[in-house]
């Protein structure tokens, strides 16, 4: 558990498991108290694909975002204990309602299916980093 909250959360390891597709900028320096903002966005497409998210509750294995933009709902990241050898469980939900007109229309067949594989990669390269 220990180890993950700080794979979670330190900068040199966080950077080395999040996805290259996104850029994730600290906006109060990097925090991950209740309240410490972050800005989300995409490189090569300007400011339609931002979104501002800050920390909306934070505590033992739990860091949980609120985000708003292109996009507005919730980012949480779970872990805990899971079997008896000392594994650690880590879970991680979006749920999201998109805002930019007609962005509802393509994200299904684009977007959509691009985040879901960047997820999936994102979640393998958490796991080796928690691991070494």
């Not at 498991?17 to 994730?24: E, H, I």
């Not at 975002?65 to 008896?84: L, M, S």
């Amino acid at each position: 558990m220990v180890r993950v909250g700080h794979v979670m959360t330190d900068q040199s390891h966080m950077e080395r498991w999040t996805s290259p597709a996104v850029r994730f900028t600290p906006l109060d320096g990097w925090r991950f108290d209740r309240g410490a903002r972050w800005r989300l966005s995409i490189p090569g497409l300007g400011s339609l694909l931002e979104a501002d998210y800050s920390v909306f509750d934070r505590r033992e294995g739990l860091i949980l975002w609120a985000f708003d933009g292109f996009w507005e709902g919730f980012d949480a990241w779970h872990w805990r204990p899971h079997g008896g050898s000392g594994e650690t469980l880590i879970q991680n939900r979006i749920e999201y309602r998109l805002k930019v007109p007609g962005l509802s229309l393509i994200w299904p067949a684009t977007v959509g299916p691009l985040m879901g594989w960047d997820a999936d990669v994102q979640m393998r390269r958490l796991q080796q980093v928690c691991e070494e």
